[in-house]
């Protein structure tokens, strides 16, 4: 967890610096967290198999790094590089 508080300071403070412009470069962090609540059957209608877990239980973070380009007539062209790591526990029932 220590290493997200960190990059999660360290994006934060170059995306400050990046300043906002019409085209160029951005930098952008989330911290994430996600659930999961999961069950397939098979075709009698009985439980092949679950996956579950809170919201709390699987957090991380997302870095998104895109470039603009303007172009004439309003137009503009975007690239970028998105990053997402996750960590936790689920609670998986099944074979």
């Known amino acids: 967890m220590k290493i997200y508080l960190m990059l999660l300071t360290i994006s934060l ?3 400050s610096s990046l300043g906002a412009k019409e085209g160029g470069y ?3 962090t989330a911290l994430v ?3 999961m ?3 397939e059957y098979d075709d009698a209608g009985a439980i ?3 996956e579950k877990s809170s919201f709390s ?3 991380g973070g997302e870095f998104k790094l895109g470039y ?3 172009l004439e007539n309003n137009n503009w062209v975007q ?3 998105n990053l997402s790591s996750m960590v936790g526990q689920t609670n998986y029932v099944g074979s």
Do not use: A, C, P
Request: overall charge negative; charged content about 10%; glycine content about 12%.
């Open 13 to 15: 403070f170059i995306s």
């Open 26 to 28: 951005s930098l952008s």
């Open 57 to 59: 239980g699987i957090i």
């Open 48 to 50: 092949l198999d679950t």
């Open 37 to 39: 609540d999961y069950t």
């Open 79 to 81: 690239v970028g590089f």
């Open 68 to 70: 603009t380009r303007v």
């Open 33 to 35: 967290g996600m659930s």
